[in-house]
């Protein structure tokens, strides 16, 4: 398992703040006791993953805060652009979770001493914090991460082999998991989880292994494209061996 690292700084910068001042005075700049998290889904290797980030020795989703002057959808929007670098990704809102007892301030200190950076017990974000989630469906081939301000590396988890995960993110992500299983019974945004053209082989393998479990091919099919949605394309796929799938996408109108 190879996770892409960075180097963490003392001279890290929080939206033009460096470190020090981003945890003095971040209240000047965003709002207290309020943040965003983003379950950002992707599928590979026939396999439901989710994006993740380390600090310390435990690993947490992408988030951020939300600035004084901007609404929570702009902020959300923001944070998984940074994220991503996709112009217009799938984005929906999860939940609000807020535990009386939620709050990082172990995993900060943690992450403080590692740095070397004096620690303070007063810092805002030590404080009862809580998250509005939002879950993001992306096709990874498009999505170019990095290591961002304060994290150490980031990596793509399989849903079935989550790692040791800050506070209750593990709960928020198993919860977007569920979410989608949902989601895709009432409305057509799997296909956000592939390329522009796909088979409806592969639509149906996305689908099983969403919903885990396995789906009649025929019959899936037809429901498919009952909805209307999806448009057959002429050419037909021609690296499979045998029989070639037609190929699909979705309908331009369904963009505009």
């Given at each position: 398992?190879?996770?892409?690292?960075?180097?963490?700084?003392?001279?890290?910068?929080?939206?033009?703040?460096?470190?020090?001042?981003?945890?003095?005075?971040?209240?000047?700049?965003?709002?207290?006791?309020?943040?965003?998290?983003?379950?950002?889904?992707?599928?590979?290797?026939?396999?439901?993953?989710?994006?993740?980030?380390?600090?310390?020795?435990?690993?947490?989703?992408?988030?951020?805060?939300?600035?004084?002057?901007?609404?929570?959808?702009?902020?959300?929007?923001?944070?998984?652009?940074?994220?991503?670098?996709?112009?217009?990704?799938?984005?929906?809102?999860?939940?609000?979770?807020?535990?009386?007892?939620?709050?990082?301030?172990?995993?900060?200190?943690?992450?403080?001493?590692?740095?070397?950076?004096?620690?303070?017990?007063?810092?805002?974000?030590?404080?009862?914090?809580?998250?509005?989630?939002?879950?993001?469906?992306?096709?990874?081939?498009?999505?170019?991460?990095?290591?961002?301000?304060?994290?150490?590396?980031?990596?793509?988890?399989?849903?079935?082999?989550?790692?040791?995960?800050?506070?209750?993110?593990?709960?928020?992500?198993?919860?977007?998991?569920?979410?989608?299983?949902?989601?895709i019974k009432h409305e057509q945004i799997s296909y956000?989880?592939?390329?522009?053209?796909?088979?409806?082989?592969?639509?149906?393998?996305?689908?099983?292994?969403?919903?885990?479990?396995?789906?009649?091919?025929?019959?899936?099919?037809?429901?498919?494209?009952?909805?209307?949605?999806?448009?057959?394309?002429?050419?037909?796929?021609?690296?499979?061996?045998?029989?070639?799938?037609?190929?699909?996408?979705?309908?331009?109108?369904?963009?505009?």
């Amino acid at each position: 398992m190879k996770f892409i690292c960075g180097k963490m700084s003392q001279s890290i910068i929080f939206a033009g703040m460096e470190l020090k001042e981003f945890f003095e005075h971040g209240t000047d700049y965003y709002l207290p006791h309020l943040s965003i998290d983003l379950v950002i889904i992707g599928y590979q290797d026939n396999r439901l993953k989710c994006l993740l980030l380390k600090i310390g020795e435990k690993w947490l989703l992408p988030g951020g805060y939300i600035q004084t002057d901007e609404s929570v959808d702009d902020a959300a929007t923001k944070i998984l652009m940074n994220r991503t670098h996709l112009e217009d990704p799938y984005l929906k809102f999860l939940s609000v979770f807020g535990d009386k007892d939620r709050q990082f301030s172990n995993e900060w200190k943690e992450y403080f001493e590692k740095a070397g950076i004096p620690w303070n017990e007063e810092y805002w974000t030590n404080k009862r914090f809580i998250t509005l989630a939002f879950y993001s469906l992306v096709d990874i081939n498009k999505t170019h991460p990095e290591v961002g301000e304060y994290d150490e590396a980031f990596f793509w988890f399989s849903f079935d082999e989550l790692p040791e995960m800050w506070m209750d993110h593990k709960s928020i992500v198993l919860e977007a998991r569920n979410r989608l299983k949902q989601d895709i019974k009432h409305e057509q945004i799997s296909y956000n989880l592939l390329s522009n053209y796909f088979t409806m082989p592969e639509l149906n393998q996305l689908h099983q292994a969403i919903l885990e479990k396995k789906l009649d091919r025929s019959r899936f099919q037809k429901k498919m494209l009952a909805s209307g949605m999806f448009e057959r394309l002429p050419k037909l796929q021609k690296e499979t061996p045998g029989r070639n799938p037609y190929q699909y996408r979705v309908k331009k109108e369904e963009f505009e």
